[in-house]
């Protein structure tokens, strides 16, 4: 079993369109949470921090689940400029700080 | 502010042959990784260092030797280039503490024939 697992999709939507994803992991220990946005042949940016009591930044929306140790990332109104690669990212708590990323989530937002 | 720099950008080598990638950031970061990412996968950590002259194994370290002799270089070596090697190198960094995002370059495309 992967640690970080999510649907590759990819999802297509209209314009406009409201989308989740969400994306499990499997070590307890986890400490803190993100969302990475990757564009086709980038590397990867950072969308937000994920936090306990979830978060909001303009049309993103994060979830934490620690009991059922999942997160989510929903989006409201969708832009074509939304189209790309969602990353879900987990950091274990270690001495090198390291990240265990997910295989990633593919967005197509259609006009 | 240039961030985290990765040079160079693209290259090809011939199976056997040697190269060391460069990474260099200019915020001051104690923390440094170096990843590869192939088609349809998810970002693997090969090596990290985490201050200057120390370095650790990740998941998939064999293959690759690594340095980090001053606190803003980082460099990833291929001592003989195998065509499983062939793949898209991402750096990153971040300054320290658990709930820091990492910084990442714009990646090194290499090709191994």
């Known amino acids: 079993r992967k640690e970080v697992e999510q649907d590759p999709g990819p999802f297509n939507v209209p314009e406009g369109a409201t989308v989740a994803f969400n994306c499990t992991y499997s070590n307890s220990a986890s400490q803190s949470f993100f969302w990475y946005r990757q564009d086709c042949r980038k590397e990867p940016k950072l969308l937000m921090s994920?936090?306990?009591s979830g978060n909001e930044d303009g049309r993103f929306t994060a979830q934490l689940n620690r009991a059922s140790q999942y997160i989510s990332l929903l989006i409201r109104d969708s832009k074509l400029s939304d189209s790309a690669t969602y990353l879900c990212v987990v950091n274990i708590r270690n001495a090198g700080n390291m990240l265990t990323f997910g295989g990633g989530t593919r967005l197509m937002v259609k006009p | 502010n240039a961030g985290v720099t990765q040079t160079p950008k693209f290259r090809v080598l011939k199976t056997g042959q040697s190269m060391t990638l460069l990474c260099a950031q200019d915020?001051?970061?104690?923390?440094m990784y170096w990843y590869r990412q192939d088609p349809g996968m998810g970002l693997r950590l090969i090596h990290y260092?985490?201050?200057?002259?120390?370095?650790a194994k990740g998941e998939v370290p064999d293959g690759y030797n690594v340095s980090r002799l001053k606190k803003q270089n980082f460099l990833l070596g291929l001592e003989s280039a195998a065509p499983s090697q062939t793949s898209v190198y991402f750096c990153?960094?971040?300054?320290?503490?658990?709930?820091?995002?990492?910084?990442f370059g714009d990646g090194t495309r290499l090709s191994i024939l």
């Open positions: 915020m001051n970061h104690e923390y």
């Open positions: 990153a960094s971040v300054r320290d503490g658990i709930n820091q995002p990492q910084h």
């Open positions: 994920v936090y306990s």
């Open positions: 260092s985490v201050g200057e002259g120390t370095t």
